[in-house]
């Protein structure tokens, strides 16, 4: 059997069906339900759902406990959490695309709606290609954990404020060679007709950065995830629930998100700390259950010392 249909052969193939006809279901009830007007999402919607998808991953978190065990069951809930706070990056990456390019709020879920199934099929393709890579190529995981650590190293180091220019962004420059661009959105459009010609909108443009940008991401949510679990099944699983969250947490972090100051310093760290785990497992065992309690712990750290500690004022 090829290795890659090796690694989804672990679980048999109604469980498979079953979470993508339910993942399915559900972003059809959002969109053609709850989301078929565009409007301004408001925090208490943002809440709601937030609080709907956390509860249906911590849900469907237990079932894995139940079914497959402890092991599997802290797993899952440890890698939904390292992917939920890796996350929070995206949200200020889509923070600053939608203030460049002027959208509106009222039409910035349809776009992060389309982009996070995008997310979606990107890490089932780059999780199943890993989790296949490492049953082959076992050395594969300490390449994973030395990039883990220099990503955290540079994540915890001050760093200039981030810009988002498109004119840099490869896949938007390929895309305006071969396809004309309206000089205006249309009513939240992605494609339009202008001066009778089939063009795409710059709502298009907006919705190809953020898949763009999602690839940069995924590269260090993939080793971050491996490094927990080497079951697709909980791997992958784990990574969709945190990604359809994803939508729900930009709206109810936009406008908070400087009360936030110590979180990336406790994902830098955390970051650090799975890239060990993953280059000392030869000779150090660190089990799951520590694992999330570090997760956990450090998380909690950095969300009290945000809450705690009062920004320092800038001298006049």
């Not at 089990?287 to 009062?310: D, F, N, Q």
Request: with cysteine; aromatic share 14%; charged share 15%.
């Amino acid at each position: 059997m090829p290795p890659l249909l090796a690694v989804i052969d672990t679980m048999p193939p109604w469980a498979w069906g079953a979470f993508f006809l339910f993942i399915t279901a559900m972003l059809a009830l959002d969109l053609g339900v709850f989301q078929r007007d565009s409007h301004v999402v408001s925090m208490k919607e943002a809440l709601g759902w937030c609080a709907v998808w956390g509860t249906l991953a911590l849900t469907f978190g237990g079932m894995v406990w139940w079914w497959r065990g402890p092991e599997l069951g802290q797993q899952f809930l440890a890698s939904y959490l390292i992917e939920l706070c890796l996350s929070v990056d995206n949200v200020f990456v889509f923070i600053l695309v939608f203030a460049y390019f002027k959208v509106e709020p009222r039409y910035q879920h349809r776009v992060l709606f389309w982009g996070i199934i995008g997310a979606v099929v990107m890490r089932a393709v780059f999780i199943l290609v890993g989790v296949s890579v490492i049953a082959r190529f076992h050395w594969v995981l300490y390449i994973f954990g030395a990039f883990l650590v220099y990503t955290g190293v540079k994540m915890a180091l001050p760093s200039e404020d981030a810009e988002v220019d498109p004119e840099h962004n490869a896949a938007v420059r390929l895309f305006r060679r071969f396809f004309p661009v309206a000089p205006k959105n249309d009513q939240g459009n992605f494609f339009t007709h202008h001066d009778g010609r089939r063009m795409a909108t710059p709502m298009f443009i907006v919705l190809l950065v953020i898949e763009t940008t999602d690839v940069v991401f995924a590269l260090d949510s993939l080793p971050a995830v491996l490094a927990i679990t080497k079951d697709s099944f909980v791997a992958l699983t784990s990574n969709i629930f945190a990604i359809l969250g994803l939508r729900s947490l930009y709206f109810a972090l936009s406008g908070i998100m400087q009360l936030f100051r110590f979180l990336k310093i406790g994902l830098a760290v955390i970051l650090c700390f799975i890239g060990a785990k993953m280059l000392l497992e030869p000779w150090v065992e660190i089990s799951t259950t520590t694992s999330l309690g570090v997760i956990g712990g450090v998380l909690t750290t950095a969300v009290l010392m945000s809450a705690l500690i009062p920004p320092l004022r800038e001298k006049k």
